[in-house]
Each structure stands twice: as structure tokens, then as C-alpha cells.
């Protein structure tokens, strides 16, 4: 089967998103829906298991799957040492790369305009199904890097097209420091541009990542002049410090924000994703201690054990999968290295793994082509 930029399924896919988009998060999602989404996935994987040289590879020897339980995930550290793409090398024309320390061995994500159109698609589907329900009268602050200054950022490229789509006025506040690439905040024109919107009684929506919220409170907590943001402001916060700031539990990271920026735990919504997936999942603002991240239905998780790689029950730890796709052109199944419990269709952030390859699956990289 070709390999062109033309994907034989992309305009089944994308048709997928517009209908599901259109679900409530609290609905359950009618069967027809469901099987749809099987349909598609096995479609996929049987594309991407002849197109993809890794996962052609890596199924040389099996079976074909019959349900999308059986679709064989590719674990995320494949990412860092192979490319894991169907697209062939003079078609892979945009690379996003997992952040992570300086010097790290990162995992890489090939795109191309389509492939790039669809994951855009499902971000901005995911961001508008789960922001609804917030105050869209706000101005957009970011706190990363725009994306001229991070252009291999997946993280930097979707709050790029939600800020040109999101139809408000929006302010890239992060800058990236020379010669080592960090992302960091300039609190000098930061702060003046947030006690602005104080003054004015202008709501705001801040986004950035949990190390951005740290050095934000941090700063406002060692001049002694928190702020308390005007009603109707809201937070997304993305998660990770990769060693940039001190973690902290959510709860108190939740805690600090409502202290120095005034803005109630209600009102702070959580994203979940990385560089290898396509689609990104959310929280339920809530409860403090805990919170449930749900994909939207074009992606479903699955929590495994790492003992036999098999499905956990309800309440159950394990490492977290996903069947993705938005991700037409690498690999519809993904298991990353982050453990979690599962919470019914959703599932609690806990931690990364300390081992993330199960015991119980035969996937191992050392059988699969050496691409680099």
C-alpha cells in the first residue's frame, strides 16, 4: 500500500472526530459509535502494520488481530530510537521531540501538512469539548515559548492553533534561554501584564506547564504580593517539571494557585499528553487529591499490569495505554511510561514507572529495525 501523504483512512478518521466531538463527556457514547471506532482502529493498525517499517517488522510473526484489545501498543521509548512513521524520509517534513532534560535522547514524532492537519483537528476538537463549560470572555496568556521559538514542541504547536482559534486576544509569555534551550519566564513583563487584568476586572486564561505555575507562585510569594485574579479566570495546567522546578503534589500545587493567584481548584483544568500521541485527554476539575483524565472518543485508554501486560480492573494500577487515531500515520496503539489507576473510562495520574516494560509482552526493541 502506498505510503503517499495521502492517508486511506484520514477522511474516515477526521469524519470520526466531527461526529464524536459532538458527544457530551458525561454521555456514554452510543454503540454504533463504539464499533465504529473498532472498525477504524483495526483498519489503521492493518495499514500502518504494512506501511510502517518498525511495526512491519514487528509483526511479521503475528497474528492479526481481531480486536482492538489485540492491536500489539508500541512503547513510547521506541520513539527515542527508531522512527516509528510511515512516512517515507523526504515526506517527513516536521519533527516534534519530547521535552525532557538538556541532552536527553528524545523521542521524535514525524509529521507532514496532513498529518499535521488531522492532529490539529483532534486538539482543537478535545480543547473546545472540554472548555465549553469555561469562561470563553478571557484573554489567553501562555507561558511557554511561542512557536517560532519552539517549533519541535507538540505542547507549543496545539496552544498555537487553540490561541488562533480560541478567537480572543492571546500573549506568548515564555522565552527560551541561550544556548542550552530552557524554557523560563520573564516575571518583569509577566506580572505587569496580569495586575493589568486585575486592575481592568478583565478575566484571564493562564496556561502553562505544573514548573510554570511553580516559578509563577514562587516569584509572587517572594515579593509578598499575590494576585487575585478577576472572576471567570481559569488555569490549564499540562503537566510536568522534568527537573525544572521542585514537584509538588497536585494538591498542593492547587493549593498555591488558589492562594497567590486567587483562582479556586474549580476553576484549574488539567491536560494530559506527550509528543508520540495525537490526541490529548483532560480533567475533571474537582476533588483536590484526585482527579480523572478522560481522552476524547477517538482515543481510548487502557490500563495494563506490568506483570502480564493484561487489562487491570476497575481501581486498578498499571501502565497506561492508548489507542489513538489521530496518530494515522505512525502507531494507533501507544503504551507510555506512566503509571496510573484506572478510573472507569478514565483514569488518576500517579507517577512515572520505574519499569515500564511489562514483564508479559514480547515487544522488544532490540527485534526491531535500527532506522536512525
Not at 346 to 365: D, K, T, V
Request: with cysteine; hydrophobic share 40%.
Amino acid at each position: 500500500m502506498s505510503t503517499s501523504n495521502h492517508h486511506p483512512l484520514a477522511a474516515d478518521i477526521r469524519s470520526f472526530i466531527d461526529r464524536a466531538g459532538t458527544w457530551h463527556p458525561a454521555v456514554p457514547l452510543p454503540e454504533d459509535l463504539i464499533a465504529r471506532f473498532d472498525e477504524l482502529a483495526l483498519a489503521l493498525h492493518d495499514w500502518q502494520q504494512r506501511a510502517n517499517p518498525v511495526l512491519t517488522a514487528l509483526h511479521a510473526n503475528r497474528c492479526r488481530p481481531s480486536t482492538v484489545m489485540e492491536i500489539p501498543a508500541v512503547p513510547c521509548e521506541a520513539f527515542r530510537q527508531l522512527d516509528v512513521t510511515c512516512l517515507p524520509p523526504d515526506r517527513r517534513t516536521r519533527r516534534f521531540v519530547s521535552s525532557g532534560t538538556t541532552g536527553a535522547f528524545r523521542s521524535r514524532h514525524w509529521h507532514n501538512d496532513n498529518s499535521l492537519a488531522l492532529y490539529e483537528h483532534s486538539l482543537w476538537r478535545a480543547f473546545q469539548r472540554r472548555t465549553e463549560v469555561l469562561s470563553q470572555n478571557t484573554a489567553l496568556i501562555l507561558l511557554t515559548p511561542s512557536p517560532d521559538l519552539a517549533p519541535e514542541s507538540s505542547l507549543v504547536h496545539m496552544l498555537g492553533v487553540v490561541a488562533k482559534q480560541f478567537g480572543r486576544p492571546f500573549w506568548f509569555a515564555g522565552d527560551v534561554a541561550a544556548p542550552a534551550g530552557a524554557w523560563q519566564l520573564s516575571m518583569e513583563r509577566l506580572r505587569p501584564e496580569l495586575v493589568r487584568h486585575v486592575q481592568g476586572g478583565s478575566p484571564v486564561a493562564l496556561i502553562g506547564t505544573a514548573f510554570h505555575f511553580v516559578h509563577l507562585t514562587d516569584h509572587l510569594e517572594s515579593i509578598g504580593s499575590p494576585l487575585g485574579l478577576p472572576a471567570g479566570s481559569w488555569i490549564m495546567e499540562t503537566g510536568g517539571y522534568k527537573g525544572r522546578s521542585r514537584a509538588l503534589p497536585r494538591a498542593e500545587l492547587l493549593s498555591r494557585i488558589h492562594r497567590f493567584l486567587g483562582v479556586p481548584s474549580g476553576q484549574v483544568l488539567g491536560e494530559y499528553g506527550m509528543c508520540e500521541l495525537g490526541s490529548q485527554a483532560y480533567d475533571e476539575p474537582g476533588a483536590n487529591e484526585s482527579r480523572t483524565y478522560r481522552f476524547p472518543p477517538w482515543a481510548m485508554p487502557v490500563v495494563i499490569s506490568p506483570e502480564d501486560a493484561q487489562p487491570v480492573p476497575d481501581g486498578g494500577v498499571g501502565l497506561l495505554q492508548v489507542l489513538d487515531l489521530a496518530n494515522a500515520w505512525s502507531a494507533v496503539s501507544i503504551r507510555t511510561q506512566d503509571l496510573v489507576r484506572r478510573r472507569g473510562d478514565g483514569f488518576e495520574l500517579l507517577g512515572r514507572a520505574r519499569q515500564s516494560q511489562p514483564r508479559g509482552c514480547s515487544l522488544q526493541l532490540a527485534d526491531l529495525p535500527q532506522t536512525r
